[in-house]
């Protein structure tokens, strides 16, 4: 029996047992589709399929039939992620097969891409002609096994699919294909590579325009740390540049993480019919225990849906507007002088915040949030290090950890936008310079929140309301 003590409210879950990676996150036919990694027999990585659920407003979700199981030969052992597109009013997933083939299962694999196709956006067919893209179009120098995740886009009229794989080296690379009919596809080049630092598998790559640029969003698996950067095992990365869709490379300069929190992997975009471009991401991380595994029947869910813009030479990522549509019970209060501790005297566990704080004379100041006994869970800035601190040591169950990210105070101040959410807390920072998200295990009681601070400084507004969607 599920154990709905740590279901999130407005995220998306599955229905029962696992979720990662979002997959096929697509509008069409004027509603949100989005697809995931699912094991639906039991709360533990297993045999994918793909779960299924569609939304008007990406808030409220309504589970659909799962879109695609493992059964047929050259995807025996999984139906792993992938993307959706739409071509002549159908709707294609473009997804890798995966196959066992030796007796470790680790180690001996293939992979291979596939479509299926649906006229309604529910019910899929596999195609006959599958695998359309198989291990012997690997290009020499990739890695002939771990070829995965095809993140399907086109350009004047040509389909093209970004994959993710490595040099059998240690080096994360992504490869790109090209095609006129999704069906027959041909190699291009390689798109990018990891110059060492980089992990040693790229995994969910995406290529998207935005602002006349193009972007790219990819997951390295087993990055090293770069000071407060890149803490995960796991992480994510994105660069902003421009695609040459001759040679296939990837032209740019820097790379930044898209959140800096704990748990968000694989992230996956796509563009509505308003033209905003939304990134969605798994609310976890590989390798750790997940607390409801254990006698609650589920694990995994998605981050909020994020809308990404670019400022400058970076990224923006903010929740949709949607959002504000499912405030209620409002509490506002604002200028309080601030040198302590002080309960705000609102509580909550499903809730949004919007705080601005002027840091003036303090060394730290921030909000505690779910408290309660000796459980907090702490979002703090240090001005003089420019530092923004997620601590969830003392947020209940689960692991404990901090992570870190620089961010720069704006004439004296920090805005922060939270949204939490049973068992999740979403931190965007300066209106979304910066992500932090972090899934958290508190006791049902610890639904206290305080403002602290050492040293004077001014919470200048402060505001909080329920998230409820039966409105
Ligand atoms: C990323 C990933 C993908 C793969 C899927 C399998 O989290 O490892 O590379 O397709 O998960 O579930």
Same mark, same amino acid.
């Given at each position: 029996?599920?154990?709905?003590?740590?279901?999130?409210?407005?995220?998306?879950?599955?229905?029962?047992?696992?979720?990662?990676?979002?997959?096929?996150?697509?509008?069409?036919?004027?509603?949100?589709?989005?697809?995931?990694?699912?094991?639906?027999?039991?709360?533990?990585?297993?045999?994918?399929?793909?779960?299924?659920?569609?939304?008007?407003?990406?808030?409220?979700?309504?589970?659909?039939?799962?879109?695609?199981?493992?059964?047929?030969?050259?995807?025996?052992?999984?139906?792993?992620?992938?993307?959706?597109?739409?071509?002549?009013?159908?709707?294609?997933?473009?997804?890798?097969?995966?196959?066992?083939?030796?007796?470790?299962?680790?180690?001996?694999?293939?992979?291979?891409?596939?479509?299926?196709?649906?006229?309604?956006?529910?019910?899929?067919?596999?195609?006959?002609?599958?695998?359309?893209?198989?291990?012997?179009?690997?290009?020499?120098?990739?890695?002939?096994?771990?070829?995965?995740?095809?993140?399907?886009?086109?350009?004047?009229?040509?389909?093209?699919?970004?994959?993710?794989?490595?040099?059998?080296?240690?080096?994360?690379?992504?490869?790109?294909?090209?095609?006129?009919?999704?069906?027959?596809?041909?190699?291009?080049?390689?798109?990018?590579?990891?110059?060492?630092?980089?992990?040693?598998?790229?995994?969910?790559?995406?290529? $998207?325009?935005?602002?006349?640029?193009?972007?790219?969003?990819?997951?390295?698996?087993?990055?090293?740390?770069?000071?407060?950067?890149?803490?995960?095992?796991?992480?994510?990365?994105?660069?902003?540049?421009?695609?040459?869709?001759?040679?296939?490379?990837?032209?740019?300069?820097?790379?930044?993480?898209?959140?800096?929190?704990?748990?968000?992997?694989?992230?996956?975009?796509?563009?509505?019919?308003?033209?905003?471009?939304? %990134?969605?991401? +798994?609310?976890?991380? +590989?390798?750790?225990?997940?607390?409801?595994?254990?006698?609650?029947?589920?694990?995994?869910?998605?981050?909020?849906?994020?809308?990404?813009?670019?400022?400058?030479?970076?990224?923006?990522?903010?929740?949709?507007?949607?959002?504000?549509?499912?405030?209620?019970?409002?509490?506002?209060?604002?200028?309080?002088?601030?040198?302590?501790?002080?309960?705000?005297?609102?509580?909550?566990?499903?809730?949004?915040?919007?705080? %601005? $704080?002027?840091?003036?004379?303090?060394?730290?100041?921030?909000?505690?949030?779910? &408290?309660?006994?000796?459980?907090? &869970?702490?979002?703090?800035?240090?001005?003089?290090?420019?530092?923004?601190?997620?601590?969830?040591?003392?947020?209940?169950?689960?692991?404990?950890?901090?992570?870190? &990210?620089?961010?720069?105070?704006?004439?004296?101040?920090?805005?922060?936008?939270? $949204?939490?959410?049973?068992?999740?807390?979403?931190?965007?920072?300066?209106?979304?310079?910066?992500?932090?998200?972090?899934?958290?295990?508190?006791?049902?009681?610890?639904?206290?929140?305080?403002?602290?601070?050492?040293?004077?400084?001014?919470?200048?507004?402060?505001?909080?309301?329920?998230?409820?969607?039966?409105?």
């Amino acid at each position: 029996m599920l154990n709905d003590q740590y279901r999130l409210a407005y995220h998306l879950m599955g229905e029962f047992g696992w979720m990662n990676d979002p997959n096929g996150f697509i509008f069409y036919n004027g509603r949100y589709h989005m697809f995931y990694q699912h094991y639906p027999f039991q709360p533990v990585w297993g045999p994918m399929h793909w779960g299924h659920a569609v939304s008007s407003d990406l808030m409220n979700w309504t589970y659909q039939p799962v879109a695609l199981a493992p059964d047929q030969d050259y995807d025996r052992d999984g139906c792993f992620s992938g993307s959706a597109v739409q071509m002549g009013g159908k709707l294609y997933l473009m997804y890798t097969g995966h196959i066992v083939t030796g007796p470790d299962k680790d180690r001996d694999y293939q992979q291979n891409q596939n479509l299926a196709v649906s006229t309604d956006g529910i019910r899929f067919e596999k195609l006959a002609n599958n695998p359309v893209l198989g291990p012997e179009q690997i290009p020499a120098g990739a890695s002939p096994k771990d070829f995965r995740d095809p993140k399907v886009f086109e350009r004047e009229g040509i389909y093209y699919a970004v994959l993710g794989s490595n040099d059998g080296e240690s080096k994360g690379l992504i490869l790109l294909y090209r095609s006129l009919d999704l069906l027959k596809w041909d190699y291009v080049g390689e798109v990018a590579r990891s110059d060492g630092q980089m992990g040693d598998n790229w995994e969910c790559p995406d290529v $998207f325009e935005l602002d006349g640029y193009d972007v790219l969003m990819l997951s390295p698996q087993r990055m090293p740390a770069q000071g407060d950067d890149y803490q995960n095992l796991h992480s994510t990365a994105y660069m902003i540049g421009r695609l040459d869709t001759e040679s296939g490379r990837f032209h740019y300069d820097r790379y930044e993480q898209v959140d800096c929190g704990f748990d968000f992997y694989a992230p996956q975009t796509t563009i509505d019919d308003k033209g905003r471009r939304i %990134v969605m991401g +798994w609310m976890e991380t +590989w390798e750790t225990e997940i607390p409801t595994q254990l006698g609650h029947y589920w694990a995994g869910a998605m981050s909020m849906p994020r809308e990404v813009t670019m400022r400058g030479d970076q990224l923006l990522f903010q929740p949709l507007e949607e959002t504000k549509a499912f405030r209620s019970n409002g509490f506002k209060a604002s200028n309080l002088s601030l040198d302590g501790l002080r309960d705000m005297r609102v509580c909550g566990d499903c809730y949004e915040l919007e705080v %601005v $704080f002027r840091a003036e004379e303090a060394k730290e100041f921030g909000l505690k949030l779910r &408290t309660g006994g000796e459980e907090e &869970t702490l979002i703090a800035y240090r001005p003089e290090e420019c530092l923004v601190r997620f601590n969830r040591d003392r947020s209940g169950i689960g692991l404990g950890g901090e992570r870190r &990210t620089k961010v720069e105070l704006q004439e004296g101040h920090l805005a922060l936008r939270i $949204f939490v959410d049973k068992s999740s807390v979403e931190v965007f920072i300066q209106g979304g310079e910066k992500v932090m998200t972090g899934r958290i295990y508190p006791g049902p009681q610890s639904q206290g929140i305080q403002v602290f601070s050492e040293g004077a400084c001014t919470v200048v507004s402060f505001k909080k309301w329920d998230i409820r969607l039966d409105q």
